[in-house]
């Protein structure tokens, strides 16, 4: 059941909204409006994260979520794509507005004994 636009009270309501449309469109058969609405659900529901209490991790941290190498997270910083801060002379990254590589799942931290062993 769809509910009207003017009786939804926040924007997580619409998270909610999009959510149970995704889920009466996957029991009819109809798998990508179903992702497309879930994809839109979680994009908003990661930016209402963002807004409310922001996570700052270093890049290494960063890769680690993400699954994107660190060099790609710093192009994403310099393109403007992501937020940062400098702690000390480590860069950080807001965890909230990371990317997600499509299917990627957290792995084991690789990077930062790597990192450490170059300082």
Known sequence: MVT????L?????????????????RRRGALEAA???EDCAATLEQWLDRDQAPDWITL???????????AHLRRLVAAGRLTSRRSGQDLQVRGSELPRKPGRRPGPDLVTPALAMHR
């Open 35 to 37: 992702a497309t609405l």
């Open 9 to 25: 009270h926040a924007p997580a309501d619409l998270v909610a909204q999009w959510r149970n449309e995704a889920a009466l469109f």
């Open 4 to 7: 009207p636009l003017e009786q």
């Open 60 to 70: 290494a941290e960063a890769h680690r979520r993400s699954g994107y190498s660190v």
